[in-house]
C-alpha cells in the first residue's frame, strides 16, 4: 500500500499515541539531554514497502509541538518534504521493522540500562533467568532464561544496523547498545511499551542483584 493510500486519520491517531507516549516516557525521564528515539508504523506491513513516524532528530523529547514527528519510508529517507530531519538512529528502526515486521519501535538511555550493557557488554548478551517479568515478553515457562544482545555503539549508525539480523533474537523483543541504551519493539505500541518497562524493570532488579551479590558473576 502506498503511504498516500493511509488515510490521514490513521497518520493522526499514530501521531497522536506516539505524542502521548513520549511524553509518558519524558515523565519518567527516559530522554535525558535529548537522547532517545520513538517510531510506529503507518499501515500494513510489507517488507518490500512500509511507513512508520519517526522522532526528529536533536529535539527535547519532553516538549509537545508540531514538529516533533515526521514520516519516513522502508530506507528511513523522508517522504514528504520538511525541513525536520529523522531521528539520528532511525535505520536501527528500519532493520527491526524489516526483520520483525513490528508496529512500534522505542529507544531510551536509561542508567540501569546502559550499567547492564557495558557489565555484560564483552559477553555480548545479558543472560536474565528466573525473573517473573520474563513473562512480559510471552515467555511462560518456569525459570525461563533469555538473552538480551548487546552490540558495539559505533558512531557509524549504518555499522550498527547491519549486525541487528545477526543477533535479533524472535523471542527477546530488544537489543541493547553498549554504553548507549536499548531499543525495544512489540507488534503496536501497547505491546512495545510492556516490553520496555520489562527490560528497564529487569535491568534494575540484575543490578540490584549484582551489588547484593557483590558484584560476581
Ligand atoms: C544527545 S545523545 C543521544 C543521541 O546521540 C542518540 O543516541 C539518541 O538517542 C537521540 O538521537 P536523535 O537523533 O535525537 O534521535
Ligand atoms: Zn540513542
Not at 529517507?77 to 525541513?83: L, Y
Not at 549486525?163 to 541493547?176: C, E, R, S, T
Amino acid at each position: 500500500m502506498g503511504f498516500e493510500k493511509i488515510t490521514l486519520e490513521h497518520k493522526r491517531q499514530v501521531l497522536e499515541e506516539l505524542a502521548d507516549i513520549k511524553a509518558l516516557f519524558a515523565s519518567r525521564n527516559w530522554f535525558p539531554g535529548t537522547s532517545g528515539n520513538l517510531s510506529m508504523r503507518v499501515g500494513d506491513f510489507d517488507p518490500e514497502q512500509f511507513y512508520f513516524a519517526v522522532t526528529a532528530s536533536g529535539k527535547d523529547k519532553s516538549l509537545r509541538t508540531p514538529e516533533d514527528f515526521l514520516f519516513v519510508d522502508k530506507h528511513g529517507k523522508a517522504i514528504e518534504t520538511t525541513a525536520l530531519k529523522p531521528s539520528a538512529e532511525t535505520l536501527i528502526h528500519c532493520e527491526i521493522y524489516r526483520l520483525t515486521g513490528c508496529g512500534a519501535v522505542f529507544h531510551v538511555h536509561t542508567v540501569f540500562n546502559n550499567l547492564i550493557s557495558e557489565f555484560f557488554g564483552a559477553d555480548g548478551h545479558v543472560p536474565i533467568q528466573g525473573i517473573e517479568l520474563i513473562k512480559a515478553f510471552n515467555i511462560w515457562e518456569e525459570n525461563a532464561e533469555i538473552r538480551v544482545p548487546v552490540l558495539p555503539n559505533f558512531a557509524d549508525i549504518p555499522s550498527i544496523a547491519e549486525l541487528v539480523p545477526g543477533v535479533l533474537d524472535a523471542n527477546v523483543p530488544g537489543i541493547l547498545l553498549r554504553n548507549h541504551g536499548i531499543y525495544a519493539w512489540g507488534k503496536d505500541a501497547f505491546e512495545a511499551k510492556r516490553h520496555l518497562e520489562a527490560f528497564e524493570f529487569l535491568f534494575e532488579v540484575m543490578y540490584r542483584q549484582l551489588l547484593l551479590k557483590g558484584a560476581t558473576k
